[in-house]
């Protein structure tokens, strides 16, 4: 029935579109489609323009000719003025490290609150919620005094405890592994499976869509973010590629637009090109952490 | 329940959910209550340890101009940012949607700036907005305009920020309406369009009204993120000139990491939990209106 009424319509929408639209609508369509790709690159401008700046040589920074020489010499500049390939190993480690925890952490809770009726657990699963609104960078000056007295000021874990434990990634499982039939699981259980073999062999590879989305989405914030990591750190070992990108960055440092741009493309390209090259996997991704 | 061995279901419940629960109390509850805690005692130092002082903090608080005007700056940023910002989404989100020539490039293009961090954007922007020699002035040049100090007048400073912020966020946001608007059944469509119904009346009185419960959740994300996103002012003003672009959670930064008052720093994020306290408390309030949302 309801593929039969998708066939007619789309018989119809065919139909329409060979004939062509009215005359009037096709200006006020093209208008839109004019309209949707000036936005688009409108959007795009600053990357365009970043690239523009940094494959140029800085007397071109500002003046844009067709045919200006290209150079790489601003990107060997930036990475000799700033230690870029250890601010790559601290993002690196920062990135993975979040991710790992927060696999096992958010995997374990969710499971809990998908397949447990334990007792107070609506209670406990409303108090998880509350971290979806308090964000750790809302607690950065108490925070700042844990990690004073747990001594991890200043270490890639102590930029990554806060944000381990996520709502947002225990939501996201749990609501994954809600899907998952209970049938499966009795199954597994009459083959002798423990709990955790139920966790590992059951839920976990039936929920892989939802760890990728959930990944890309973790590894795609945690490059990007900034404020703690300025607050927590204080040396070349342990700050990540933005704090480093700002502090190389900043008016005082005299360091001119063309060198600049090319430290900037330098932080983010890889997550710059995993994007190109990935682009429907991101989307997609992103789009599925949003339904739930 | 498969593993019901009356207590054993509690026991295996709260030993999965502990590792989790150990680094929520740690790190959002205890701080939490530890900022409310604090923002009732004196900033403490070696010689002169902090004392209870009632609500002292407070009444310093609203008495500092800075508070005020970074309280009036915020609730501005988030008018700027916030209508623009999902309108924008949702205009996206509708071409992407539909029969659009390059509609993949455009959809790239769109959600770019949110793969990209705000530090690094910031950068480029900053060029943008660079008096006389700018991106933005050598445009306006072009149409015969002077040269001006976009980031350095505290009339348009502000303003600044909200454009880009308005960038930076709309690709984001539209990501949500693209897969509301996917899961709407096709049919509604193709039933408008045999009835004759134009696209606008068709967008106004169908797919708009069915996108409320995305909309809601979009909007509550945008109030928020006004309130936590200020990585950009570290590049573009840190806060100046007079503090015209300070916003609530950078000026809680500076104060307590410039000026080392902890004291009224916990005083200022008891104010920004308070409003994240209230949007949430609003949430549930239209959400328990709306039922159909889940």
């Known amino acids: ?292 | 329940m498969s593993f019901a061995r009356s207590n054993q279901v509690h026991i295996y419940g709260w030993l999965l959910l502990m590792p989790a629960a150990i680094f929520l109390i740690a790190f959002t509850y205890y701080p939490t209550v530890a900022t409310l805690a604090h923002s009732f005692f004196s900033d403490g130092t070696a010689l002169r340890p902090s004392v209870f002082v009632g609500l002292e903090n407070y009444k310093l608080m609203l008495e500092d101009e800075v508070f005020w005007k970074v309280a009036r700056n915020n609730f501005w940023f988030a008018l700027g940012t916030i209508p623009v910002s999902v309108a924008l989404a949702l205009l996206m989100a509708v071409w992407v949607n539909g029969r659009l020539p390059a509609r993949g490039l455009v959809r790239m293009a769109y959600f770019t700036p949110t793969v990209l961090p705000m530090i690094a954007v910031a950068n480029i922007w900053l060029f943008f907005y660079t008096p006389d020699i700018g991106l933005v002035d050598q445009v306006l040049g072009m149409f015969g305009a002077p040269g001006h100090n976009w980031l350095g007048d505290p009339d348009t400073v502000l303003g600044c920020l909200i454009v880009m912020t308005v960038w930076k966020e709309s690709g984001f946001f539209m990501i949500f309406y693209l897969a509301a608007l996917q899961s709407l059944p096709p049919e509604l469509e193709e039933a408008a369009k045999l009835e004759g119904a134009g696209r606008w009346y068709f967008f106004r009185r169908v797919t708009f009204p069915l996108l409320m419960p995305t909309t809601l959740f979009v909007l509550i994300n945008a109030v928020i993120n006004s309130f936590k996103l200020v990585d950009h002012l570290f590049i573009l003003t840190k806060g100046g000139p007079d503090n015209a672009s300070n916003l609530l959670l950078y000026y809680i930064y500076e104060v307590a990491f410039s000026f080392f008052d902890e004291a009224y720093a916990a005083t200022l994020t008891v104010v920004l939990l308070a409003v994240l306290a209230v949007i949430a408390i609003g949430q549930f309030v239209i959400l328990d209106k709306r039922i159909h949302y889940r």
């Open chain 1, 1 to 292: 029935m309801r593929g039969g009424l998708r066939m007619v319509g789309e018989a119809v929408s065919v139909a329409r579109a060979g004939a062509g639209w009215m005359p009037r609508e096709s200006f006020w369509l093209r208008l839109e489609v004019l309209g949707a790709w000036l936005l688009a690159l409108v959007w795009l401008a600053p990357l365009i323009y970043a690239f523009w700046a940094a494959f140029h040589p800085p007397a071109y920074a500002i003046r844009f000719e067709l045919f200006a020489p290209l150079t790489l010499e601003n990107f060997a500049e930036a990475w000799s003025q700033a230690p870029f390939a250890r601010y790559y190993l601290n993002t690196f480690l920062l990135v993975s490290s979040i991710l790992a925890a927060q696999f096992v952490l958010c995997t374990l809770a969710a499971y809990a609150f998908a397949r447990f009726e334990f007792f107070g657990r609506d209670v406990a699963f409303a108090l998880v919620l509350v971290q979806l609104m308090i964000m750790p960078e809302v607690l950065i000056v108490e925070n700042y005094r844990t990690m004073t007295l747990l001594g991890t000021v200043d270490t890639i874990l102590g930029i990554g405890l806060p944000y381990m434990a996520s709502a947002f990634g225990i939501f996201l499982l749990r609501q994954t592994f809600k899907t998952v039939p209970k049938e499966l699981e009795e199954a597994a259980r009459i083959e002798g499976c423990s709990f955790l073999q139920v966790l590992t062999k059951v839920y976990v590879p039936l929920a892989k869509p939802t760890y990728v989305a959930y990944g890309l989405v973790s590894v795609s914030y945690h490059w990007n973010n900034f404020l703690w990591p300025l607050v927590i750190t204080n040396s070349v070992e342990t700050r990540p590629l933005t704090v480093g990108l700002a502090i190389f960055g900043a008016p005082e440092s005299g360091v001119d637009w063309s060198i600049i741009t090319a430290g900037t493309l330098l932080a983010v390209a890889p997550l710059l090109i995993a994007f190109l090259l990935f682009q429907r996997q991101f989307v997609q991704s992103f789009m599925h952490a949003g339904i739930k």
